[in-house]
């Protein structure tokens, strides 16, 4: 007879001792988690207590959180998926700790909240690459493909630390059926409808975001000491109701070059804003901190699109709309430097928008470059270029590259 335990049982059959646990494995069909009895051989009886054969299910059944019962790892790929992640796939990242709140939020939620309790030698591409598939219907494109990059990191981490001798992500691909990324951009008209419909101090911050693209993050941690009279000098940035002595990347602290017009809107600003010593805010909250970025978008940014009949309002599209109005004002590099952007395929890529009315100028000009030495004019068209109702016939041009003057084919039919 076997007794039942909290972490498996043994039975005696025959002359052997059996241990009988529940494992969580994935099915490979649909995708889902599903509970086996699996069952293991513990000894011969003649050899083993019915104490010692539940000490040694005990050890087996210890591998799947990664520990045996001495404390030891146990590296093997029976150690679950959620255990990995946070006992030796965490310790070793160096992030910040605004960004590791941020980056093990998204983990916790798209991937350990599925695979929590799954062995690491129970994954297969096929049952990944679904799982990504399924992430796609719902969340944005750049949360899917940061959902790959932790996929692949996680399990590159588990065959370096010798638990698997396979990594089940090398195939692993970015879907296909991936949300399309918001593009909005406004015009220059709209930009002006949105200065002339607020008051003094968001005119002046809009217009100081308009002009240099901050981020709001830079924008909101700006002090009275950032400016010295002709030029900002971000120092330093805010993030979830903390001052930070960082930016978003390297680029994003140093000096940003201001307009003659907006240092004197500045200046102006100065003498008008309740507070003006060195270590206030330049555009400070009523109770003279550092204004909320969520706060500020849901009470200014989000009414005023409504009453302009904006298609969208918000640091994201202000940053994208000056990227993308900027291309005819300099080069790629330019604006990467304007935006402060490490790379300049993200200016390029996910910032500046096609302009469909610069598209058709540039068209036009190379139509005109193109026949500035052959214009076309009515002594090179063959003299029956129309028909009698008018509609256009076989025509040629005199002096096209590569040809002489061709000579108009006729025929007849008789009928």
Known sequence: MGKSHQRGWVVERGKKWYGYYRKIV??????ER????????????????????REALQKEIAKQTGQNLGGKIMKDGSVTFGWFVRNRYYPLRDWRPETEKVKK???????????????????????LQKHLKHLATFLSEDR??????????????????????????????????????????????????????????????LTLEMTDA??????????????????????????????RPFGKTEKSLGDVLLPKGMVDDLWLWKQECPDSSPDAFVFPNTDGGFMDTGNYRNRILIPLAEKLGL????FQVLRRTMATLAQGKGSVKDIQAHLRHSKADTTANEYMQELPESVGRMVESMYEELMHSHPAASADLLPNATNKDGAPTAMCMKEMVGTRRLELLTSTVSR
């Not at 916790?108 to 049952?127: G, I, P, T, W």
């Not at 298609?311 to 918000?314: D, E, H, V």
């Open 105 to 127: 939020i998204q983990i916790e939620r798209d991937l350990v909240e599925k695979f929590d309790s799954v062995s690491l030698d129970a994954f297969e591409q096929f049952v």
């Open 311 to 314: 298609p969208k309002l918000n």
């Open 214 to 243: 901050l981020r709001p993050s830079e924008l909101f941690a700006l002090r009275w000491r950032s400016f010295d009279g002709s030029k900002l000098t971000i120092s330093e940035t805010v993030y979830r109701g903390k001052i």
């Open 34 to 53: 599903k509970t086996d009895v699996l069952s293991v051989i513990l000894g011969i009886n003649s050899q083993l207590t019915k104490g010692a054969a």
């Open 144 to 205: 899917v493909k940061h959902a790959r990059s932790y996929m692949k990191s996680i399990f590159a981490e588990a065959v370096e630390q010798d638990f698997l001798l396979k990594d089940p992500t090398r195939g692993i691909k970015i879907p296909r059926n991936l949300r399309e990324k918001d593009k909005t951009t406004l015009t220059w008209h709209q930009l002006r409808e949105v200065l002339a419909s607020v008051t003094t101090r968001d005119r002046m911050l």
């Open 26 to 31: 994935l099915d490979p069909t649909t995708n």
